[in-house]
């Protein structure tokens, strides 16, 4: 059992920074991969980055690649997302996922969730 709490949500403007995090209870973190999805008013919760459980890779939804970045430190049961150059069009809610060992950018394949933090970003 994982249990997901994020923070680090707010309001910028466009071309800022945010750093998300999603702290975890369990001991069986380190053997979930981990992932951020997002999900904007009126439109399905989507993949936004992705992390192996080891840590060994990342990967992003073309939309974020180059401006987003995914990290994990499994000494302190922390997942992170770093957003750089944020858009207006990133604005949303955004949830941390995990699931045992494999990775996935497929919503259904998440097992445990957070319960998500408002990031918007204003023009």
């Known amino acids: 059992q994982v249990q997901l709490v994020e923070s680090g949500g707010g309001l910028v403007q466009a071309g800022g920074s945010l750093r998300l995090s999603c702290a975890a209870s369990?001991?069986?973190?380190?053997?979930?991969?981990l992932a951020w999805f997002r999900q904007a008013p009126g439109k399905e919760r989507e993949f936004v980055a992705g992390i192996r459980w080891n840590g060994g890779g990342t990967f992003y939804s073309d939309s974020v690649k180059g401006r987003f970045t995914i990290s994990r430190d499994n000494a302190k049961n922390t997942v992170y997302l770093q957003m750089n150059s944020l858009k207006p069009e990133d604005t949303a809610v955004y949830y941390c996922a995990a699931r045992p060992w494999y990775s996935s950018t497929k919503r259904d394949e998440y097992v445990y969730w957070g319960q998500g933090t408002q990031v918007t970003v204003s023009s």
């Open positions: 369990g001991r069986t973190f380190s053997s979930n991969a």
